[in-house]
């Protein structure tokens, strides 16, 4: 591994997508921060990483929201994206200049293959810039061999390792705000009994455990004495109004009653969280929380936990799609749009329900 480089004081990183996406990085991150104590760390990110890492301890110390542009950031709902041939190149020419002008030291990507992001970090002026290269994507000055199936955790810090930030940790983790914690207790009060949280949303449906399974695991949990309760934002409220209303048991819903902030803070209060592969799953992971999530073996593969202490990922081993019997293993997450499989059923509907109970209640017997 290199030595740390000398004479670093700006760091800028790249990694403007979602929760999950995030965490997944908390490892390099910190990784860079032990390598260069005194460097200002800036994360080009998405809208609500500016909202939700104001005033919160950790490696990051400043945000600068990257435009909408392809194959680096989707516009989020409501966000007025740049549109056509004068708006788009003024909204990026805008960004590149003030960009340049903050003159960074080091431009690191922790987004992808780097097809669109390599060219976009390259146009930072950064005098050193190191990431992830799949085939199709131009060299950065140093540069790891991106290969989809890999940890996502262990990918972002062998890019770190190019600059000579070694690990410090391979744990993500996320420190709460004392504005966290008093919105969850403002919410719930004090927690009389064992929670848990069963979270039945994710962006993807085919990442979506059934809802009735769902129920029946909260009924065991209910049974056992936990307050369960059931997370979603507005989008979900379907699925977690079924997953409540198909219970026996005493349930509580929670759709977007919550902050981000607040909802880290109620699964640190969790004896576990059991959820489908998502953002909040990864981020109870963060916090402290047991987790029980349920993975499609390639997801399982990039995004589970590796420790089992805390944590019991539950595995489809389904390799092929239930509609069209196509092998999703090599085209699930195409590298181009309108290549693979464009199904969207359920591909982890055969995780039977007795396990994931058994997992949830052995973690909430422990914790």
């Known amino acids: 591994m290199p030595e740390p480089e000398r004479d670093i004081q700006r760091i800028a990183v790249l ?20 390598a260069y104590p005194h460097a200002e760390i800036t994360l080009l990110g998405a809208p609500w990483h500016a909202g939700f890492l104001r005033d919160r301890p950790g490696p990051i110390d400043r ?10 950031r989707d516009p ?6 740049p549109s056509g041939s004068e708006e ?15 003159r960074f030291d080091l431009a690191i990507q922790l987004h992808g293959g780097g097809r ?11 005098r050193l810039t190191c990431g992830l290269r799949s085939p199709d994507a131009p060299p950065l000055d140093r540069w790891v061999r991106y290969v989809y199936y890999q940890p996502e955790v262990f990918r972002y810090l062998e890019v770190v390792e190019l600059v000579g930030a070694a690990p410090v940790t391979y744990r993500p983790a996320l420190e709460l705000t004392e504005q966290d914690r008093v919105e969850v207790k403002r919410l719930l009060g004090e927690a009389d009994r064992p929670r848990v949280v069963l979270h039945p949303g994710a962006s993807d449906p085919r990442r979506r455990w059934p809802v009735e399974r769902f129920s029946t ?18 989008a979900e409220r379907d ?24 909802l880290a803070a109620l699964f640190s209060t969790c004896a576990v969280v059991v959820g489908n592969d998502s953002g909040p799953v990864h981020l109870a992971e963060a916090v402290g929380a047991g987790t029980v999530g349920l993975y499609w ?60 109970r058994e997992a949830a209640l052995e973690l909430l017997s422990a914790g």
Do not use: K
Not at 65 to 71: A, E, K, S, T
Not at 116 to 126: D, K, Y
Not at 217 to 234: R, S
């Open 239 to 262: 699925l977690v109004e079924g997953v409540v209303a198909g219970m026996r048991g005493p349930a509580r819903a929670l759709v977007d009653e919550v902050s981000l902030g607040g």
């Open 88 to 102: 788009a190149p003024s909204t990026r020419a805008a960004f590149f200049t003030r960009a340049m002008a903050y």
């Open 15 to 34: 990694r403007a997508n979602a929760v999950g996406d995030f965490v997944f990085a908390l490892p390099a991150l910190a990784a860079l921060r032990a």
């Open 217 to 234: 695991v909260g009924d065991a949990l209910a049974q056992a004495g936990a307050q369960v309760l059931v997370t979603g934002v507005a």
């Open 297 to 356: 073996i390639g997801n399982f593969i990039n995004g589970a936990p590796a420790t089992r202490t805390r944590h019991r990922p539950m595995i489809s081993w389904r390799l092929n799609c239930p509609e069209c019997g196509r092998d999703c293993t090599r085209d699930l997450y195409p590298a181009r749009p309108g290549e693979g499989c464009a199904h969207r059923l359920s591909f982890v509907d055969d995780i039977p329900a007795e396990e994931v």
């Open 116 to 126: 669109h992001s390599n060219p976009f970090v390259a146009g930072l002026g950064a």
């Open 63 to 72: 945000v600068v929201v990257v435009p909408p542009l392809p194959g680096i």
């Open 76 to 81: 989020a709902a409501g966000e007025a994206a």
